[in-house]
């Protein structure tokens, strides 16, 4: 029912930005708590970031903080993610994913809708 579609990703030299977007077709973002999750080749889906409903608490992976920053435009239905200082260890296909509840390390089988994965390659 609802629908997440990324967009943003691509090839990045260490040291560089990228912004992802993630814009929910049904619903509203104010409805459901957002966040971004990640994988690589061979490895679990893990957690990046996430915002509640409201936008006003933000988490983050240790590993991210202080380089990556999730915000949501709730008018526009888009949650935003951030990314500077991009190292070679953040190479992943990003997800967005939306749910229910708010957790400041959420696990992946929190959310019932996810996004179908957007590639973020960074070189060295």
């Known amino acids: 029912q609802v629908q997440l579609e990324e967009s943003g990703g691509g090839l990045v030299q260490a040291g560089g930005s990228l912004r992802l977007s993630c814009v929910v077709s049904a619903g509203t973002s104010s409805t459901y708590g957002m966040a971004w999750f990640r994988q690589a080749p061979g490895k679990e889906r893990v957690f990046v970031a996430a915002?509640?409903?409201?936008?006003?608490?933000?988490a983050y992976t240790p590993s991210v903080k202080g380089r990556f920053t999730i915000s949501r435009d709730v008018a526009r239905n888009t949650t935003y993610l951030q990314m500077n200082n991009l190292q070679p260890e953040d190479t992943a296909v990003y997800y967005c994913?939306?749910?229910?509840?708010?957790?400041?390390?959420?696990?992946?089988?929190?959310?019932?809708?996810w996004g179908q994965g957007i590639q973020v390659t960074v070189s060295s």
């Open positions: 994913a939306a749910g229910h509840t708010y957790s400041s390390y959420p696990s992946p089988s929190m959310f019932g809708s």
């Open positions: 915002v509640n409903g409201n936008g006003r608490m933000t």
